[in-house]
């Protein structure tokens, strides 16, 4: 069976810090890989996806995120965290033709 | 980049009435776009995918009588809960595909049934 699977709920880090947020799907073909940040009140805004080639992937907001096959992982990182990045995060997995399957989010808390 | 504009972004709502919600890609057109519920604090619930010219497609579980999507066109598709209750109350997403940038998000609609 698809799932997406985010084992942290609720993650807290200092501004400044370093942050990973962990995914991990299970899929039956080649996965197209999505993050997603969603501010209170407010919709999606894609951070970054993979759909091939190099594993590790650029977003905006000086976001990241690895691929790696072996693992079936594909984990968010940013070296420094800034205290707007507090939000709640999606990981999706999916086709390119087909609807997305949504991890259950992890929501990141930023102290100053 | 794709923009997708969702309305309204809230609205309240009596019990027993119907309420719309549309979902527009403003510079793409979508031939797919999906519906999806949110729960506070909790994650996307996939409703239906809505092909634009066909019946849309629900997922198990999801009332189709009580849920209605309509996708007329290219760059238009609505949701309309019909006799709203208070268990309606929820937030509401769409989106739709491009071929170029995947998945593009409607900024959701929050559904107050009073």
């Known amino acids: 069976a698809q799932s997406v699977t985010q084992p942290d709920i609720h993650i807290t880090v200092s501004e400044g810090a370093s942050l990973e947020l962990r995914c991990n799907y299970s899929y039956g073909a080649t996965p197209y890989l999505f993050w997603y940040v969603q501010s209170p009140g407010q919709g999606l805004q894609l951070l970054l996806k993979?759909?091939?080639?190099?594993?590790l992937v650029q977003g905006i907001k000086g976001f990241e995120a690895e691929f790696k096959r072996s693992q079936s992982s594909f984990n968010l990182r940013k070296p420094s965290v800034h205290w707007s990045d507090a939000a709640e995060y999606f990981c999706a997995v999916g086709p390119s033709t087909d609807k997305l399957i949504f991890g259950t989010g992890t929501r990141l808390q930023v102290f100053p | 980049g794709a923009v997708v504009s969702q309305h309204p972004s809230w609205v309240i709502c009596k019990s027993g009435t119907s309420v719309k919600i549309e979902c527009r890609s403003l510079d793409f057109q979508a031939t797919t776009m999906f519906w999806y519920r949110q729960f506070p604090k909790q994650s996307l619930m996939l409703m239906a995918t809505s092909n634009e010219g066909s019946k849309a497609t629900y997922e198990q579980g999801v009332e189709k009588d009580k849920f209605l999507i309509n996708h007329a066109s290219l760059t238009l598709s609505t949701l309309t809960v019909t006799s709203a209750h208070p268990e309606d109350s929820s937030f509401y997403i769409c989106s739709a595909r491009d071929p170029r940038h995947g998945y593009t998000f409607g900024s959701g609609t929050r559904l107050t049934v009073v």
């Open positions: 993979y759909f091939s080639g190099d594993t």
